[in-house]
DNA sequence: ATTCTGACTTGGG
DNA sequence: CCCCAAGCCAGAA
C-alpha cells in the first residue's frame, strides 16, 4: 500500500457535509513532516476521472480549494460541498471551526 | 533512465 | 493581509 492509497482511504473517510485540510489528511495518513501536506496534494493530484475518492472534501488551511491551474476542478469543488451543505462566506472560504472534519482524536 | 512540473504548510518581514 | 524560501513524492515526456 503506498502513499497514495493511505491518502484516498482517509479522504474517502471524510463525512458528508464535512472538509478536511491537507494537513489533516496527511495526519491520518501517517505521513508526518513538514510537507505532508504537499505529499496529499500529490496524492490528489493522480487521481483518475471517475474516482469514488471524495477529493472535494480536501481544502486547504485557509479553508478555500487550492487552484490546480485548471479553471473548472476547483469550481466543481465549491459546487459539490455547497450540495453537501457546506457554507461558504463571502471570500468563498470555509469556517473551518464549524466544518473541519472532528476525527474524533 | 533523467528532467520538469504541481491539489501545501510554516515562519519571518 | 502579501511575498519569499524550504521540505517532499508521483506522473508525464
Known amino acids: ?4 492509497a493511505r491518502v484516498w482511504a482517509v ?4 463525512p458528508v457535509g464535512r472538509v478536511a485540510t491537507y494537513k489533516q489528511v ?7 513532516g513538514p510537507s505532508g501536506a504537499r505529499q496529499v496534494g ?11 475518492v471524495p477529493w472535494h472534501r ?4 485557509k ?9 473548472d ?11 453537501e451543505g457546506v457554507a461558504f462566506d463571502a471570500f468563498g472560504r470555509i469556517d473551518l471551526t464549524r466544518y473541519e472534519w ?4
Not at 1 to 4: A, C, F, L, V
Not at 42 to 52: C, I, P, V
Not at 63 to 71: A, K
Open 11 to 14: 479522504v474517502s473517510a471524510i
Open 102 to 105: 472532528d476525527y474524533g482524536g
Open 58 to 61: 480536501v481544502v486547504n488551511v
Open 42 to 52: 500529490y496524492a490528489l493530484a493522480a487521481l483518475k476521472t471517475g474516482s469514488d
Open 73 to 83: 476542478a476547483p469550481n466543481e469543488q465549491y459546487d459539490r460541498l455547497a450540495l
Open 1 to 4: 500500500m503506498g502513499r497514495n
Open 26 to 32: 496527511a495526519a491520518l495518513a501517517h505521513i508526518e
Open 63 to 71: 479553508g478555500g480549494v487550492s487552484p490546480r491551474g485548471d479553471g
